[in-house]
C-alpha cells in the first residue's frame, strides 16, 4: 500500500471497495465481482466524510467517495502539490527528500 492508503488506513478511512473471504464488497455490501473494475479506479477511492472538501468529491457506485490521494492530503495538511509525495514506489529516504523539496527542510 502506498503512503497515502497507509495515512488513510492508520485514520480509519473506509474504503468504497474491499476484497474479503466472502468476496469484494461496495461500502460494506457484497457484490457481483462483474460490477467493479478490481484493476482500475474502484479501489482507489474511499468513502466521504463530512470534512472531506466538496471539490474533491465525486459519486461512484452511488456513494460519495474521494480519491485516496485527496484524503490523504487532507489529513496531513498537503498542499496543492501533495501528489508528489504519493508516489507509491518510494523509499523512506526518497520520501523524505521530496518532502523537502517541496516543503523545505525539516525545523525539529
Do not use: K
Not at 484524503?71 to 527528500?97: C, I, K, N, S
Amino acid at each position: 500500500m502506498c503512503f497515502a492508503g497507509t495515512a488513510c488506513d492508520l485514520t480509519g478511512g473506509q474504503w468504497l471497495v474491499q476484497i474479503t473471504s466472502q468476496g469484494p464488497t461496495v461500502a460494506g455490501q457484497l457484490v457481483d465481482p462483474n460490477t467493479i473494475d478490481l484493476d482500475g479506479d474502484d479501489l482507489e477511492y474511499l468513502l466521504a466524510e463530512p470534512d472531506d472538501p466538496e471539490d474533491h468529491l465525486r459519486t461512484a457506485h452511488g456513494h460519495q467517495v474521494i480519491s485516496v490521494e485527496a484524503r490523504a492530503a487532507r489529513l496531513l495538511d498537503l498542499g496543492p502539490d501533495a501528489g508528489r509525495v504519493f508516489y507509491a514506489m518510494q523509499d523512506l529516504e526518497t520520501l523524505r527528500r521530496t518532502g523537502e523539496n517541496i516543503y523545505g527542510p525539516r525545523t525539529s
